[in-house]
């Protein structure tokens, strides 16, 4: 109980977060544009409309277009700060879960406002097993950058590993609201919907 209640209010924040995004009016936004799945992608920094064609099940060429996303979300704007970004990122490759918190918390004191800062700090306190802050830090990403499904993602593992399964389910269906081409979520999904039929999803 006691640790349901340390979760319950990272994780209300999360969902109602992704609940922004997953209400008809966002969703209808997620309409590919004409010329469907095959069209040339848009500008590397129109970042809507790349969400547009990754939200389209049927679009072929859906790992370039993940792959401009998270460009495009890596980005701050500033060399500094998207260093500090790289060094976080290759302690975490490394193992060292010290130094990656370290260099992301420096990051995200320095431009609070860049959502990858507090995604990437999220994934690191997740790594250390750090399950607190990483939903602390998966709220705050998420009200920067609701499309996140890398959030949502690991809001999902959070919830599941803690036994928090129905709100697990939801952060899932979020997540490939966005991201339809996520196979392993849509598999855990699946997975869970089977073991919470009957329950209050």
């Given at each position: 109980?006691?640790?349901?209640?340390?979760?319950?209010?990272?994780v209300?924040?999360a969902i109602?977060?992704?609940?922004?995004?997953?209400?008809g009016a966002a969703?209808?936004?997620?309409v590919?544009p004409?010329?469907?799945?095959?069209a040339?992608?848009p500008?590397?920094?129109?970042?809507?409309?790349?969400?547009?064609?990754?939200?389209?099940?049927?679009?072929?060429?859906?790992?370039r277009?993940e792959?401009e996303?998270l460009?495009?979300?890596?980005?701050?704007g500033?060399?500094s700060?998207d260093?500090l970004?790289?060094?976080?990122?290759q302690?975490m490759?490394?193992?060292d879960?010290?130094a990656a918190?370290a260099?992301?918390?420096?990051?995200v004191?320095?431009?609070?406002?860049?959502a990858e800062?507090?995604?990437?700090?999220?994934?690191?306190?997740f790594n250390?097993?750090?399950?607190g802050?990483?939903?602390d830090?998966?709220?705050?990403?998420?009200?920067?950058?609701?499309?996140?499904?890398?959030a949502?993602?690991?809001?999902?593992?959070i919830?599941?590993?803690?036994g928090?399964?129905?709100?697990a389910?939801?952060?899932y269906r979020?997540a490939?609201?966005?991201?339809?081409?996520?196979?392993?979520?849509r598999e855990?999904?699946?997975?869970l919907?089977?073991?919470?039929?009957?329950?209050?999803?």
């Amino acid at each position: 109980m006691k640790l349901r209640r340390l979760f319950l209010n990272p994780v209300v924040a999360a969902i109602a977060a992704a609940a922004a995004l997953t209400g008809g009016a966002a969703l209808a936004q997620l309409v590919p544009p004409a010329g469907g799945p095959e069209a040339a992608l848009p500008a590397p920094d129109d970042v809507p409309a790349l969400l547009a064609l990754l939200a389209d099940p049927e679009h072929k060429a859906w790992r370039r277009t993940e792959r401009e996303i998270l460009r495009a979300w890596s980005r701050s704007g500033s060399p500094s700060m998207d260093l500090l970004l790289q060094r976080g990122r290759q302690a975490m490759r490394d193992g060292d879960h010290e130094a990656a918190i370290a260099h992301l918390t420096a990051l995200v004191d320095h431009a609070p406002d860049f959502a990858e800062g507090w995604n990437a700090r999220a994934t690191a306190y997740f790594n250390a097993g750090l399950y607190g802050p990483s939903l602390d830090d998966i709220a705050r990403t998420l009200e920067l950058n609701p499309s996140h499904w890398g959030a949502l993602s690991g809001l999902g593992f959070i919830l599941e590993e803690t036994g928090l399964k129905p709100q697990a389910v939801r952060a899932y269906r979020a997540a490939l609201a966005i991201h339809p081409h996520l196979d392993s979520i849509r598999e855990r999904l699946e997975r869970l919907m089977r073991e919470t039929e009957g329950q209050s999803l």
